[in-house]
């Protein structure tokens, strides 16, 4: 045992975060802490590693433990080399070897400089009597371990490098426990495998935080559950965790209704007439307060959010369509002579390193820049949500009420008025938080508060950038279900592996230097090639060891498609929306009064068509969904 709490306890105000709860953390375990936003995960993060205290709580662990934490956001004010950085971490005792390699860096720029070259002879006789040599040792070997260049400015770097750089910092002082929260946030998903790796390779317990359902499965081997104040530790996988968790629900909901039923009976027992209550049983009146009190005491479970997609009018049936598009950053190529067509109701995932473009490609296609060379064409009636995964939308002056509908209290959803109030309650945010300022909200919730701001807006094409970022495991799902039964075209950006999987049937993948390709299905055939590449296989033998690297695979592997197949896959969209507007078409004119007015109207031989219409749509998309398979 590394560290145990007991009793611990934390409120801010309200319910209480943790409500007497206990915590141990032992050598090598890797603990996935979850619940939803809100609930105090971060909060439960920050004691551990004591830069809060809570109400109470006792404390046992080893001496002089170590912990180290990579926080949910990259500090806005690190500055200097990646090695400067990660020697951060070390204290007082790397300063000198972090001035030293500045230097080295200064030196390089001003070779003649002799102040520099003074102050750098003081440092080296300073590190030659002192351990320094072992440390700047340390930070490299760090620094190779993560795979970054220590002499790059830390400011220069992607997100995910970032990232990569302040888990160096972090198991600087080789930590008993590591603390991450949300360590997939920024990070591509090659760059989210190469963390799973890292960390199944590590010795040191981690507690972690995260929304990333494949990376959970990936990598915690316990699971810690905190649901209305009470931490609950389960010594499985996450799978078996989510099938145990259901039923334990399943359980507490039988529970309470006998608990409900036993107490309403006992409430019209006491208001009985006056002569049945001279005659009442006291004991039974005692039980019955301890039950009103109970009932008072107990925690219910949070609402779901509800999310419900606003209706828009049908766009036309070609929604986008990409022609020789060639745009470059500072001379170097992002996309070149990309071509394509978006049709109506496609689902369509985005996946790319960092770096890559992806968001670019996306102020492309909706015309926000201008390609280099090339056209983006538009189809009709196009009405556009967008989702911006840095939350630029949110205005941090206005209350939550204000950033969703600024125009007054009444907003429209699906044709239907309802008070703003009433509509964020549905994400879950009470009256009171509402009608105050947005800048206490957490990522989460500015995540939720900005697809209450989209869903209102009517939209037949939904673009997301980045949507999980933040948000818990269950709003993640919900979503999931809206976009499965949204109608409307999608464009998704996302590094959440399980969830392109389970919402987009095509891939556009941006693979370096301009290259753009499309794949069928979602990101694993792209992530394969990705990881060939990295680990210089041959397809043969990178196929037969997927099983080994890739989450969620099996042994066999899909075959690939035909050139003939290929052609299907791609020309079976358009032959579904032909058909389907032609069944349209006839539908309704069958349906008007006119239609059977009309002496040249064919009944039988229309029903016919119609029957034969409807079997052979059923079969194309019998056909479509078994090439997608593939």
Known sequence: ??????????????????????????????????????????????????????????????????????????????????????????????????????????????????????????????????????????????????EIDGDQPFATLSGGNKRRALLARALSASPHILLLDEPTNHLDIPGIRWLEEFLHKSDVALLFVSHDRAFIRRVANKILDLDRGKLTRWECDYPTYLQRKADLLAGEAKQQAVFNKKLAEEEVWIRKGIQARRTRNE????????????????????????????????????????????????????????????????????????????????????????PISGSVTHGTK???????????????????????????????????????????????FTPHTSRSPITKLSGGERARLLLAKLFIQPANVLVLDEPTNDLDIETVELLEERLLEYSGTLLLVSHDRSFLENVVTSTIALEGNGQVKEYAGSCDEWLQRQEEKLTNLSPKDSRSDKSATLPNSTTSKKRSLTNKEREALKTLPVKIGDMEDEFAMLSTRMASADYYQDSASDLTGDAQKLEILENEILLAYESLEALKSL
Not at 46 to 71: A, F, H, Q, W
Not at 397 to 407: E, F, G, I, R, S
Request: hydrophobic fraction near 35%.
């Open 283 to 370: 004991g039974r009146v005692r039980t019955l307060m301890k039950m009103r009190e109970e009932h008072a005491e107990r925690r219910k479970l949070q609402g779901k959010s509800k999310l419900d997609l606003s209706d828009a009018k049908l766009s036309g049936r070609k929604v986008i369509t990409i022609n020789s598009l060639n745009y470059s950053w500072k001379k170097e190529p992002l996309i070149q002579n990309f071509n394509s067509t978006i049709w109506r109701g496609a689902k369509i995932g985005i996946v790319g390193l960092n770096g890559s473009g992806k968001t670019t490609l996306l102020d492309l296609l909706l015309k926000k820049i201008e």
């Open 1 to 146: 045992m590394l560290l145990s709490y007991r009793n611990l306890t934390v409120s801010y105000g309200g319910p209480k975060l943790l409500d007497n709860s206990g915590l141990t953390i032992a050598k090598r375990e890797r603990i996935c802490l979850l619940g939803r936003n809100g609930e105090g995960k971060s909060t439960l993060l920050r004691i551990i590693n004591g830069e809060v205290g809570p109400d109470k709580g006792e404390l046992e662990s080893i001496p002089d433990l170590r912990i180290g934490k990579l926080d949910q956001e990259v500090p806005d004010e690190l500055s200097g080399s990646v090695f400067e950085v990660v020697a951060q971490g070390l204290g007082k005792a790397a300063r000198t070897i972090a001035e030293y390699h500045h230097l080295l860096l200064e030196i390089e720029i001003n070779p003649n400089d002799t102040a520099i070259a003074n102050r750098l002879d003081e440092l080296q006789i300073e590190l030659d009597h002192t351990d320094g040599w072992a440390i700047e040792h340390k930070v490299q070997n760090l620094l190779q371990r993560v």
């Open 382 to 428: 196009l009405e556009v949500a967008y989702f911006d995964q840095h939350r630029n939308q949110l205005d941090e002056k206005l209350t939550l009420a204000q950033n969703v509908h600024p125009a007054g209290e009444m907003v429209n959803v699906n044709g239907k008025p309802r008070h703003i109030i009433s509509y964020l309650q549905d994400f879950l």
